[in-house]
């Protein structure tokens, strides 16, 4: 890894504190450490360093665009083994891994794992710089898709019953006459319960509603 006495161009406008997206950086290299912090200090992130994979575990999990610097080599849990832990539970959370030495089997498995990079040290400033600018991205993008459908579970939680049953068949493409039939109401009560279901799910059109429940799980989207 180098780094430059002056650094390229910063990550954007965040503000520092709250709000600036956040570089976590696990690595039992103190020297590493500091130099990766000043440098994404000084590219406008913030940065959080930890020695180990179990310092890092304990810190509490935040809603802002991050993604983790992560070292192979560690003395308590691996990177790898640190990876696989995280894959299920912070999918917001993009991995770049840095290594002293790295084969084809460890970068292969990384990969395959989700990381979005692997740079073997020495490394350049831009090239880390680049790779944690699209990680920030990916995971601005995450969180906006996992805050939309936290909504959507929150409205779709205020239907009733029979609301959702409704939902259910409408969304397959069933005329109004035909959820009807299938539910043993009238075609005028199901105007009214999709309705219903058409203000509290905030959809404009047909189209939308199928659109939110496919994000839902509750029908295929092609």
Known sequence: MRLSSTTS???GSYPMGEGAPIVYVVDDDISVREALEALIRESGWEPCVFASAQEFLSHPRTATPSCLVLDVSLPDLNGLDLQQQLT???HDMPIIFITGYGDVPMTVRAMKAGAIEFLTKPFGDEALLETIRDAI?????ALSHEAELQRYQKRYASLSTREREVMGLVVTGLMNKQVGGKLGISEITVKAHRGQVMRKMGATSLADLVNIAAKLGIVRQN
């Open 137 to 141: 991205q990916r995971s601005t993008t």
């Open 88 to 90: 299920a539970t912070r």
């Open 9 to 11: 161009s910063k990550a």
